[in-house]
């Protein structure tokens, strides 16, 4: 058995435990204990009446299960409850934020984007769901990837509780969790200069992939060696 911590990996908004496939199985070849989640906001059957706090509850208990110390990875919409949840837990080693909200107290999702929802964003009451006929899914997400890849993984979307884009962060992890940060250089989603800003905050080691919004999928075997790196 690995004396490596336990990496713990959380996906983004409308997504779930399942984009992570690739780099969760190129992780435990090299020997590392991975966990995977799907976060209340997208996959509980009340997810409509849930929020951000729900994600990060769900992200803590993880961390507060495992014995020993975790690595804990996030993606998008993930920075935020991992950001949240995380402040205070004493057995977290590192975070690895990719293309992801590290956001500060006082910050919602919602306001680091403008404070209006992007045009991509489908709102409907408490859901919301992501691409449109003008902005596709597959080219927001998984622009650097084959067309046919790209459609599979975006028939595999689901709808998002809206409620937690707008939830306000109050406490911060990273501000005492050392942290690396990967800014993903063609991103059709998340702006290089919104990344860059982001990655400067809390004194991560910044890494660089030539990928759009979803490096798990395009660069798995990149993504991975930076996960696995982290913590050590």
């Known amino acids: ?12 908004a409308w997504h779930g435990a399942w984009c992570w496939d690739a780099v969760l199985t190129r992780l435990e070849a090299k020997g590392r204990t991975v966990l995977a989640i799907d976060l209340p906001t997208v996959h509980a059957p009340n997810k409509a ?23 804990v990875v996030a993606h ?44 991509w ?9 992501a691409g449109n006929d003008a902005e596709p ?10 067309d046919d890849v790209a ?14 884009f707008s939830d306000v962060v109050t ?17 059709a989603v998340f702006p290089l200069f919104a990344q860059e800003a982001l990655s400067g905050r809390s004194g991560s080691t910044v890494h660089r992939l030539d990928t759009g919004h979803s490096p798990f999928l395009s660069q798995p075997e990149a993504t991975a060696d930076i996960i696995d790196a982290a913590g050590r």
């Open 171 to 187: 406490q911060v992890a990273w501000k005492g969790i050392p942290s690396d940060y990967v800014i993903t250089e063609r991103d």
């Open 121 to 129: 964003w489908m709102v409907d009451g408490a859901l919301t769901t």
């Open 76 to 119: 998008s919409y993930g920075g935020v409850p991992t950001t949240h949840g995380l402040a205070g837990a004493t057995n977290v080693a590192h975070i690895v934020y990719i293309a992801a909200f590290a956001l500060d107290a006082g910050e919602s999702l919602l306001g680091a984007v403008g404070g209006v929802p992007p045009t």
């Open 49 to 71: 009446e849930l929020g951000m706090l729900d994600d990060a509850q769900a992200v803590r208990q993880t961390v507060d299960a495992v014995d020993g110390p975790v690595v």
């Open 151 to 164: 459609h599979a993984n975006a028939a595999r979307l689901l709808p998002q509780a809206t409620k937690p």
């Open 137 to 146: 899914a597959e080219s927001l997400f998984f622009n650097d990837l084959p």
């Open 1 to 12: 058995m690995s004396n490596d911590p336990t990496i713990l990996l959380v996906h983004g």
